[in-house]
């Protein structure tokens, strides 16, 4: 086994304050503006925009009770059906099972399709049977 020295940076050697200036310089937290997240809103802003944008804010309180549904609308679901992501059935029908989903009647449906979710709203039950579809509540 060889044994190589590690090459030892000379460029403070015989320095007393390794370019800190004084020698008092970088002792305590107020050489770096303050402990913590002292600053963040006046010193250091530029530090917590670029590092930690999502620091400050507020970002609400969620009742455990609430419960949080989702929501599509008709526009979206034929907007599936246009790319390609829905596909047909053998009965010529397009089906597409939303679960844990309320179908909202925002836009409109062209293709007849078999929808399943956790729930409807009422316009949205009238323009699936105007389009030819059917609404299943997934039950």
């Given at each position: 086994?060889?044994r190589r020295h590690k090459k030892m940076s000379r460029k403070y050697?015989?320095?007393?304050?390794?370019?800190?200036?004084?020698?008092?310089?970088?002792?305590?937290?107020?050489?770096?503006?303050?402990?913590?997240?002292?600053?963040?809103h006046k010193h250091k802003w530029t530090y917590m925009v670029k590092?930690?944008?999502?620091?400050?804010?507020?970002?609400?309180?969620?009742?455990?009770?609430?419960?949080?549904?989702?929501?599509?609308?008709?526009?979206?679901?034929?907007?599936?059906?246009?790319?390609?992501?829905?596909?047909?059935?053998?009965?010529?029908?397009?089906?597409?099972?939303?679960?844990?989903?309320?179908?909202?009647?925002?836009?409109?449906?062209?293709?007849?399709?078999?929808?399943?979710?956790?729930?409807?709203?009422?316009?949205?039950?009238?323009?699936?049977?105007?389009?030819?579809?059917?609404?299943?509540?997934?039950?």
């Amino acid at each position: 086994m060889v044994r190589r020295h590690k090459k030892m940076s000379r460029k403070y050697l015989g320095s007393r304050s390794w370019g800190a200036g004084n020698i008092k310089n970088r002792r305590g937290k107020g050489s770096k503006g303050g402990k913590g997240y002292a600053g963040s809103h006046k010193h250091k802003w530029t530090y917590m925009v670029k590092y930690e944008p999502d620091h400050f804010g507020r970002f609400g309180f969620v009742s455990p009770t609430t419960k949080i549904i989702r929501t599509i609308n008709l526009w979206d679901i034929n907007k599936l059906i246009i790319d390609g992501k829905i596909e047909k059935s053998a009965d010529g029908k397009f089906t597409a099972n939303f679960k844990g989903c309320k179908v909202l009647g925002g836009g409109k449906l062209n293709f007849p399709a078999t929808i399943q979710a956790d729930s409807f709203s009422k316009s949205a039950v009238q323009k699936i049977k105007d389009a030819g579809g059917e609404a299943k509540l997934e039950g």
